[in-house]
């Protein structure tokens, strides 16, 4: 099982240019997370998804920002007129799909390796 | 929203000695919480888990508490090594005010074992 795969590993983008971040889950794993980090910061949700299906966005921003998860390839998480704010760290993870069992309605997140995005 | 608030920020710890880093958190219907450790550079990978239906779990050396009543959970990481130097973070999800999967992050604990 290879994992969470995120391509590119470093991503340099001058500002008002366009980021595309990709993210190919787990096998098995149909639940997408896209997650923010700044530099010495705490992780912070962006958007789940599931295939062909944004569950919750809350977590991104309104504009420039887009995430889509199609029946076929990658997840991606698109960046439009990336400014400097946008350097970070971006980490994908998947998971199985949640049980509604009693104790057990959440199931662990398995992160990928990140893009770091660096906008100059 | 759920808030999830982790302290310290820092611990600096010698080799050997033991480790705490608690978190609360505010949505009572929270049910899962996990903790992760990341490396410098590297991805954030689960350690160690609890379910709102167990108050304490053991592995080898780390183990977590959870106090449902007071909103709480703690890491607890016993006989560290230098390896053990992370930042480690806790996480809470599967409240009523969130997607199932979507997990509150806490700010992170840096934690250093001096050899």
């Known amino acids: 099982n290879a994992g969470v795969m995120q391509n590119p590993r470093h991503l340099v983008r001058r500002r008002g240019q366009e980021a595309r971040l990709r993210c190919s889950p787990m096998?098995?794993?149909?639940?997408v997370y896209w997650y923010r980090q700044l530099p010495e910061e705490g992780l912070k949700f962006m958007v789940y998804?599931?295939?062909?299906?944004?569950?919750?966005e809350s977590g991104m921003p309104k504009e420039r920002f887009s995430a889509e998860f199609p029946k076929e390839g990658p997840s991606i998480l698109r960046i439009q007129q990336v400014v400097r704010g946008d350097s970070a760290a971006y980490f994908c993870?998947?998971?199985?799909?949640?049980?509604?069992?009693?104790?057990?309605?959440?199931?662990?997140?398995?992160f990928g390796n990140g893009t770091r995005l660096t906008v100059t | 929203g759920e808030n999830v608030e982790q302290h310290p920020s820092t611990l600096s710890v010698q080799e050997g000695d033991s480790a705490v880093i608690k978190c609360t958190y505010s949505d009572s219907a929270s049910n899962y919480f996990p903790w992760y450790k990341q490396e410098l550079g590297k991805r954030p990978q689960l350690i160690i888990d609890?379910?709102?239906?167990?108050g304490e779990k053991k592995d080898q050396r780390i183990a977590v508490t959870l106090n449902k009543t007071a909103k709480h959970f703690s890491l607890h990481i016993t006989e560290t090594q230098p390896e053990d130097s992370a930042v480690y973070f806790c996480a809470a999800s599967g409240g009523l005010n969130t997607n199932a999967g979507k997990s509150t992050f806490g700010d992170g604990t840096t934690l250093t074992v001096k050899p």
């Open positions: 609890i379910r709102s239906n167990v």
């Open positions: 993870a998947s998971s199985t799909r949640p049980r509604r069992d009693i104790g057990q309605s959440d199931s662990p997140l398995h």
């Open positions: 096998k098995g794993h149909s639940h």
């Open positions: 998804l599931q295939k062909e299906n944004i569950i919750d």
